[in-house]
T-cell receptor
């Protein structure tokens, strides 16, 4: 059974640019959540999607957005990148929202 | 504010020893408390989880102890092995909604 796949693994972007990260959940998992991980702030919740609907949203500015497609694949977008957006972005999927999360290996975003 | 507080930040244990990591939470509405293990370059992996109607849960060498009145829960790793060296995160959620994670404990098991 394939795990959660996140692409790309690494990204380097310039301040002011925008970026799109992709997540393919485990087959059959309809819930996808996104987290930002940094050494200073730890793991912080961005948003959760279930059946193409955003179910929950964390305390991040509107520059962070996401969506989920009918096949449960999800993307997150960050516009007008800032240096502080440099982080590991993790996607997690589960059959039922919130329980039994399986995380992907993440996308390491560096903003220069 | 930090919804889940985790300690210690780092821990060094001899092989065969017991590793203990503690977490405290604020929101009494939390009803699901998982622990995650993360190796460098990987995402966190679910290790073990507990609900507040149970005071202890054991899976192999890993045990969660839960104290509802004190709003605390802890992870015990018995017979710690070098392969257990990783970062451990506690977390809490209510009704499967967003998870609040602790700040992590870096565990090093010395051979």
């Amino acid at each position: 059974k394939a795990g959660v796949t996140q692409t790309p693994r690494y990204l380097i972007k310039t301040r002011g640019q925008q970026v799109t990260l992709s997540c393919s959940p485990i087959s059959g998992h309809r819930s996808v959540s996104w987290y930002q991980q940094t050494p200073g702030q730890g793991l912080q919740f961005l948003f959760e999607y279930f059946s193409e609907t955003q179910r929950n949203k964390g305390n991040f500015p509107g520059r962070f957005s996401g969506r989920q497609f009918s096949n449960s694949r999800s993307e997150m977008n960050v516009s007008t990148l800032e240096l502080g957006d440099s982080a590991l972005y993790l996607c997690a999927s589960s059959q039922d929202p919130g329980f039994g999360y399986t995380f992907g290996s993440g996308t390491r975003l560096t903003v220069v | 504010q930090q919804q889940v507080k985790q300690s210690p930040q780092s821990l060094i244990v001899q092989k065969g020893g017991i590793s203990i990591i503690n977490c405290a939470y604020e929101n009494t509405a939390f009803d699901y408390f998982p622990w995650y293990q993360q190796f460098p370059g990987k995402g966190p992996a679910l290790l073990i989880a507990i609900r507040p109607d149970v005071s202890e849960k054991k899976e192999g060498r890993f045990t969660i102890s839960f104290n509802k009145s004190a709003k605390q829960f802890s992870l015990h790793i018995m017979d710690s092995q070098p392969g257990d060296s990783a970062t451990y995160f506690c977390a809490a959620s209510r009704n499967g909604n967003q998870f609040y994670f602790g700040t992590g404990t870096s565990l090093t098991v010395i051979p």
